[in-house]
């Protein structure tokens, strides 16, 4: 169980640092490329940090209903402009406050 649950494992990170390297060789170098990949998520992570630590009264229910939908704009702006991807930090994480905060208020907290 355990030794094709790893073979599993390896296949699928191979797959992922193949997939990465082929994306990296389209920019000019790595830094530029992990600030990218970390320009799509990162915010969101902060956003749900940030909640959690400033705006008490938001449940999990409504954070994680933010999340998803705050991420889906990020993907969404990212496809469509790749040059400000630096900004996508701060847009998901105001994303996710604004919209948790919204969502609790509305009542999908519960």
């Known amino acids: 169980h355990y030794l094709r649950a790893s073979k599993i494992a390896i296949v699928l990170w191979g797959g992922f640092i193949v997939a990465f390297a082929m994306f990296v060789s389209l920019l000019e170098n790595l830094i530029q490329a992990v600030n990218m990949v970390g320009s799509m998520f990162y915010g969101t ?31 969404v702006c990212f496809w469509f402009n ?21 969502f609790e208020k509305m009542g999908l907290g519960e």
Not at 48 to 53: D, G
Not at 83 to 93: F, H, Q, S, V
Not at 94 to 101: A, D, K, N, Q, Y
């Open 45 to 75: 992570i902060l956003g749900i940090f940030f909640t959690a630590f400033f705006l008490k009264s938001v449940k999990s229910r409504a954070i994680f209903y933010a999340a998803l939908v705050g991420e889906a704009i990020v993907l």
């Open 82 to 102: 790749k040059d400000a991807y630096l900004w996508y930090n701060p847009l998901g994480c105001g994303l996710v406050m604004g919209m948790g905060w919204l």
